[in-house]
């Protein structure tokens, strides 16, 4: 592999941004859903088939493995980048190009995300059934490379059956297209279906064309509990066995039930062996309904049923599965390492497998827990298991060959839906026969001749020929030297804490060889304390037999290690023999941490506490029984108007000053917290309506007096309070007591606060102005004559008066460095200033005396030809009182020095306007203007 000569090449066609070498970047891609890692040499971004195309030339003439990667949801490690290399993201391939309602097909890109393209293919009436548990993650082309499967798939069937056609890239880089936009194909060997579930060992997909259905309109869940989970198995053949074909039929076993009830804390019931959700769905509301009540009418006299129901309304059933979705997450918080058996068996042998499952022994540490899509025979069985404990690994490994053993016994498939990849690749014997194997590698060979394309994936050989050379050797000298070139600290000691091998990594740290180190004992290299503590850890390894982490801190660098120290136990007698330590630095992490810890408490824009701590701090008062309570709500006035105006730059600056000036009024000690955009709130346990009532006064003082020597940007701020003396009420009732009140006196004052904002504005574009007093009064002459020339009613000259004092009044927006630059302007400065006519017009429509000259106001810079801006208006569609201050702002502009040119004399600036007549200007006021000027 010439990994630098492949990276150089890339250079020559990828932007900077599309390729990713930096740690921290190169770690967000390199696991997946199983939490197994492994870290890649570069990440690519490609945008476009052609990339990838030229990626895979290149990674095919450099002999550079590649992975190709999704949104990293997947459960079998597929998408883990075993052997380094480049991690090829299909991320931004997220465009869905085209949706054929009359065809009932799709085209989309592999990076759009599952739960986008069914949001978009609702608003079709259309429906695509594949909808794994990872909807807000999981990526299509990622479903696509592994088959995936879903609840619906019992009535529907799996990716693999919507998938009409691919374009796809090779691994020497050609692009293929296989597959129809048709409903029948059966020219040649089915090259989509082989694509399909191939888990990137093949090609890479870059598009794809999916059948759709008609989405049903009608559905309806029913919610099952019993008091057995192998009844509750037993239920799933019965309900088959009555002819019923539900949409999804899911299982959910009670280590599941009380694991979800305690993530996301809801109501379940936790004494029940078995949840069961059944859907059934229909385009008309009677074969639904017909359908659920015979499956309640079946369970009414089934045995084991604590409580059978439909659900009442969507909200509820919708509640129901995303609890179900919700299951491998709540396992996951348990704190455990697990594994995964993704097994499915014939329907009818659920109950069998689900009785096998129930009777494997296993020790009180380790736990199974199952679930999943009991309607098509496949079960999650989830094996948990204490961190970095061997032993217990060890056993939740023997649990998983023997849930894999009965699997096969009962003529079921070592995986259902999450794919082979490296998960599963060792057991592959198990089911198919050396043939098989043989056959697939021969497939893989042909695709993929130098097994460059998501190594070390569905093959242990990585998809090669097995040769007869013993591989122990070689596999006992990669791990050596992924011990030796970690950044992690790895040695291992006796009883007596004597060194008996150290990696590179202890050995620059203390700063000796080898020979110096091993045989030695711990305290010879460090302090008594820390000697002192390793002992003890030691010693608790060797009582327990099991692994043991601490942290440990070293006080003279200000340095933070995390140890772990695992038992490395005899072979025949499972005594402990010697621990194993493997010391990483966390000094970055736990300064993180601390950061962390500060950001989850604080708002980012004001430093003050957040709203999730305000309302942590409102229930400690609540349970702490505090009786005298006072509660004051803060709301800044104005602040969407100088966000639209001014921009939200702005409206931060003025946020910020309103939290400093609502923080400086209080005690340290006091819970002062910005709850919402604009608005903040203080917690005063122990403050009688006195005391409140000061504070409020104290701060109106403090803007009053910031007002005073702020004047550009005045702040004003609605309070409102309340105060609880006793346990009347609750304090979210003290809340919005206050918040009621706050939201009174806003009403009352909001219209003054508006005004000075607006007369502020006015005050900044006349300070912005780049024209004189005398200049300004001369342009609003012309105007006036203009429209006296043209024979405009007085009212609408008193109208174009005031447009032509306030018609840029939506400079107040553009920053002074774009407004006032000496230079030509970027295309960027110029899209700038263009914002100034909308701006004006939103601030024109916020103040009553300038309402009825708004729209004027946004269309000033519309050209006659309809080129101007903001909405290409043209010819008469301009109004006239725009057309007249567009013509005279010109000619002022021209006749006026401006810091980058001197002015014009009349006759060239004549030239101008009718250059432009036409084009920019209506010619027939072009030539009233200038009849107008030389009088």
């Known amino acids: 592999m010439d990994f630098d000569a492949f990276l150089n090449a890339l250079r020559t066609f990828l932007k900077d941004d599309q390729i990713i070498l930096d740690k921290e970047g190169l770690s967000h891609f390199s696991y997946d859903a199983t939490e197994r890692q492994s870290m890649p040499q570069v990440v690519l971004m490609p945008e476009r088939t052609e990339e990838v195309s030229k990626i895979m030339k290149r990674a095919w003439e450099f002999d550079v493995p590649v992975t190709p990667q999704g949104g990293r949801t997947g459960l079998s490690g597929g998408g883990i980048p075993l052997l380094g290399g480049a991690v090829l993201s299909l991320l931004k391939f997220k465009r869905i190009i085209e949706i054929d309602e009359k065809n009932m097909l799709a085209v989309v890109e592999p990076g759009v995300i599952s739960s986008d393209f069914q949001q978009a293919l609702r608003k079709h009436n259309l429906f695509f059934p594949p909808d794994p548990s990872s909807t807000v993650e999981s990526t299509l082309g990622g479903n696509v490379a592994e088959n995936a499967g879903y609840t619906r798939a019992v009535k529907y069937g799996v990716t693999r059956d919507y998938v009409l056609g691919l374009e796809a890239v090779l691994p020497d880089g050609e692009v293929i297209e296989v597959g129809r936009k048709t409903v029948k194909n059966v020219t040649g060997y089915d090259m989509t279906a082989l694509l399909v579930g191939s888990e990137g060992t093949l090609a890479i997909i870059t598009k794809i064309i999916f059948k759709l259905l008609p989405r049903p309109k009608i559905r309806k869940t029913i919610i099952l509990y019993l008091n057995n989970l192998v009844h509750a198995a037993d239920l799933v053949v019965e309900v088959f066995k009555a002819g019923i074909i539900p949409c999804a039929m899911e299982l959910v076993d009670n280590m599941t039930i009380n694991a979800i009830a305690d993530y996301i804390n809801t109501p379940l019931k936790r004494e029940a062996d078995a949840l069961?959700?059944?859907?059934?769905?229909?385009?008309?509301?009677?074969?639904?309904?017909?359908?659920?009540?015979?499956?309640?009418?079946?369970?009414?006299?089934?045995?084991?049923?604590?409580?059978?129901?439909?659900?009442?309304?969507?909200?509820?059933?919708?509640?129901?599965?995303?609890?179900?979705?919700?299951?491998?997450?709540?396992?996951?918080?348990?704190?455990?390492?697990?594994?995964?058996?993704?097994?499915?068996?014939?329907?009818?042998?659920?109950?069998?497998?689900?009785k096998a499952v129930g009777e494997i022994e296993h020790g009180h540490a380790v736990n199974i827990a199952t679930f999943g899509h009991a309607g098509d025979g496949n079960l999650h069985v989830t094996i948990m298991y204490r961190r970095r404990n061997f032993a217990e690994l060890d056993e939740a490994y023997s649990i998983l060959e023997k849930v894999y053993k009965k699997t096969i016994e009962m003529g079921g498939s070592l995986t259902g839906e999450h794919g082979v990849g490296i998960t599963v690749k060792d057991y592959l014997g198990l089911q198919m026969s050396d043939a098989e194997i043989a056959l697939m590698k021969k497939i893989k060979g042909a695709f993929d001749p130098r097994g460059i394309l998501n190594?070390?994936?569905?093959?242990?050989?990585?998809?090669?020929?097995?040769?007869?050379?013993?591989?122990?050797?070689?596999?006992?000298?990669?791990?050596?030297?992924?011990?030796?070139?970690?950044d992690d600290a790895i040695y291992m000691v006796d009883g007596d804490c004597r060194y008996l091998y150290a990696n590179e990594k202890v050995l620059a740290g203390l700063g000796l060889p080898e020979e110096?180190?091993?045989?030695?004992?711990?305290?010879?290299?460090?302090?008594?304390?820390?000697?002192?503590?390793?002992?003890?850890?030691?010693?608790?390894?060797?009582?327990?037999?099991?692994?043991?982490?601490?942290?440990?801190?070293?006080?003279?660098?200000?340095?933070?290690?995390?140890?772990?120290?695992s038992p490395v136990k005899d072979a025949l007698t499972r005594r402990t023999k010697h621990v194993t330590v493997i010391s990483k630095e966390i000094t970055d992490l736990k300064k993180t941490e601390e950061k962390l810890k500060y950001l989850s408490l604080h708002d980012v824009l004001t430093g003050l506490y957040n709203r999730a701590y305000f309302e942590e701090e409102?229930?400690?008062?609540?349970?702490?029984?505090?009786?005298?309570?006072?509660?004051?709500?803060?709301?800044?006035?104005?602040?969407?108007?100088?966000?639209?105006?001014?921009?939200?730059?702005?409206?931060?600056?003025?946020?910020?000053?309103?939290?400093?000036?609502?923080?400086?009024?209080?005690?340290?000690?006091?819970?002062?917290?910005?709850?919402?955009?604009?608005?903040?709130?203080?917690?005063?346990?122990?403050?009688p309506q006195s005391k409140v009532e000061n504070i409020c006064a104290r701060i109106k003082n403090a803007?009053?007096?910031?007002?005073?020597?702020?004047?550009?940007?005045?702040?004003?701020?609605?309070?409102?309070?309340?105060?609880?003396?006793?346990?009347?009420?609750?304090?979210?009732?003290?809340?919005?007591?206050?918040?009621n009140?706050?939201?009174?006196?806003?009403?009352?004052?909001?219209?003054?606060?508006?005004?000075?904002?607006?007369?502020?504005?006015?005050?900044?574009?006349?300070?912005?102005g780049e024209m004189t007093q005398e200049a300004r009064e001369r342009f609003q002459r012309m105007v006036a004559a203009l429209a006296n020339a043209i024979g405009l009613p007085e009212e609408r000259i008193k109208d174009l008066r005031l447009l032509a004092q306030f018609h840029d009044i939506g400079n107040a927006g553009i920053h002074e460095q774009v407004l006032l630059k000496?230079?030509?302007?970027?295309?960027?400065?110029?899209?700038?200033?263009?914002?100034?006519?909308?701006i004006g017009h939103r601030i024109a429509q916020a103040a009553p005396e300038l309402t009825h000259i708004a729209d004027f106001i946004l269309k000033h810079h519309e050209w006659w030809n309809g080129k101007g801006y903001p909405l290409g208006l043209k010819g008469d569609e301009i109004p006239m009182e725009s057309r007249i201050i567009a013509l005279v702002s010109a000619y002022s502009a021209m006749t006026n020095p401006r810091p980058h040119r001197d002015a014009m004399v009349q006759q060239e600036a004549i030239a101008e306007l009718r250059k432009f007549s036409g084009t920019q200007f209506d010619p027939l006021l072009v030539e009233k203007f200038i009849e107008t000027i030389k009088q």
Request: net charge negative; charged share 30%.
């Open 276 to 354: 069961v959700l059944i859907e059934v769905d229909s385009h008309h509301e009677g074969a639904a309904s017909d359908e659920a009540q015979e499956i309640l009418s079946l369970c009414s006299s089934f045995d084991g049923i604590v409580e059978a129901r439909l659900a009442e309304t969507e909200e509820e059933a919708e509640r129901f599965w995303i609890i179900r979705r919700e299951a491998l997450p709540a396992l996951k918080a348990m704190k455990k390492d697990h594994l995964e058996a993704d097994v499915v068996v014939p329907r009818y042998k659920l109950p069998f497998l689900v």
């Open 455 to 486: 190594p070390g994936k569905i093959f242990t050989d990585n998809g090669k020929a097995a040769g007869t050379t013993d591989q122990t050797g070689a596999s006992e000298e990669k791990y050596r030297s992924i011990v030796e070139s970690t």
């Open 516 to 565: 110096a180190v091993i045989g030695k004992q711990y305290d010879d290299f460090h302090t008594v304390e820390d000697s002192r503590e390793f002992h003890n850890v030691v010693e608790r390894v060797f009582e327990t037999g099991e692994s043991h982490r601490y942290e440990h801190k070293n006080n003279k660098a200000e340095r933070y290690f995390l140890r772990t120290l």
């Open 618 to 687: 409102m229930h400690r008062i609540e349970t702490g029984r505090f009786d005298l309570v006072g509660l004051i709500v803060f709301d800044i006035d104005g602040l969407k108007l100088v966000n639209d105006t001014l921009g939200h730059d702005r409206g931060d600056e003025l946020i910020r000053t309103a939290s400093k000036v609502i923080r400086e009024s209080f005690r340290e000690s006091d819970v002062v917290a910005r709850v919402g955009g604009d608005e903040f709130a203080i917690l005063l346990p122990n403050s």
């Open 703 to 739: 803007i009053a007096l910031y007002n005073t020597t702020n004047p550009k940007l005045p702040l004003s701020v609605s309070t409102g309070y309340a105060v609880r003396s006793g346990y009347i009420k609750s304090v979210s009732e003290l809340y919005r007591e206050a918040d």
């Open 741 to 768: 009140n706050m939201y009174k006196e806003k009403l009352a004052g909001s219209a003054s606060a508006k005004n000075a904002i607006i007369q502020n504005l006015i005050n900044t574009v006349e300070a912005k």
């Open 822 to 838: 000496p230079d030509r302007l970027t295309s960027g400065e110029l899209l700038e200033v263009q914002k100034h006519t909308d």
